[in-house]
C-alpha cells in the first residue's frame, strides 16, 4: 500500500500522482499534505523490493528505509524541492 504526502505547495498534485499510481495498478491507501524539503520514498522494510525500486525509478525518487509513521507500507514524499520541476 501507498501513501502520498504532497509538500509541493502545489494543490492537487498529491492527487494526480495519486491518480497516475493507480492507473500503473499501485495500491493508492492515502494522500495528505505535509512540509517536507526533499522528495523521497521511504519504506518499512529494509529491502526494498524490486517493484518499490521500480516505482523510484519511475517518479525519479530515491528510495530509503524510512521513519515515517504510516499504516501504508511505501510514503512517497513530494517535498518542495521538486515543486518547479513539476509546476
Do not use: F, P, Q
Not at 18 to 39: A, C, D, F, P
Not at 61 to 70: F, N, Q, R
Amino acid at each position: 500500500t501507498i501513501e502520498v504526502v504532497n509538500a509541493t505547495g502545489i494543490n492537487g498534485m498529491g492527487n494526480a500522482v495519486s491518480s497516475m499510481l493507480k492507473t500503473l495498478g499501485y495500491n493508492v491507501l492515502s494522500i495528505r499534505t505535509g512540509e517536507y524539503k526533499n522528495s523521497k520514498i521511504t519504506t518499512k522494510e529494509k529491502n526494498s523490493s524490486s517493484s518499490i525500486l521500480r516505482l523510484g525509478r519511475l517518479l525519479d525518487l530515491k528510495v530509503e528505509k524510512g521513519l515515517e509513521t504510516s499504516i501504508a507500507d511505501v510514503v512517497i514524499i513530494l517535498g518542495s524541492d521538486i515543486a518547479t520541476t513539476l509546476n
